[in-house]
């Protein structure tokens, strides 16, 4: 198989399944579009993790400046609060209850 090949064969199946992923409304691009951008901004964190663990490759590297670590952590909580009212999501409800739940589960609280 050639890649043109595989990218008609693609083609035909995307438009098959086009019809199940339509977005309804504003609403449903809004999270969708949010949820985009903080997979951007988790990437951009791991960057910057990999970069203090000089994991990263050299031209990544020679730019990195640590400080920038602290905008990405800022970034990641932003766009997942940003997402979250989006969702209609209350995110002090939803970290209280998971806190619960790790505190129980860790600490064998019950």
Known sequence: MNVKN?????K??????????K???EREFAI?????????????????ILSILKLQRKSKLERFQ?????????????ATIALAVSANVDIE??????LT??????LKKK
């Open 6 to 10: 595989l990218q008609k064969r693609v």
């Open 12 to 21: 035909e199946i995307n438009q098959h399944l086009a019809k199940y992923y």
């Open 23 to 25: 977005l309804k409304d």
């Open 32 to 48: 969708l579009a949010k949820t985009v951008k903080l997979n951007e901004e988790v990437g951009e964190l791991a960057n910057d």
């Open 66 to 78: 640590k400080e920038n670590i602290y905008q990405e952590f800022a970034d990641v909580i932003i």
């Open 93 to 98: 409800r939803a970290v209280r209850d998971k």
């Open 101 to 106: 739940k790790l505190e129980n589960k860790i």
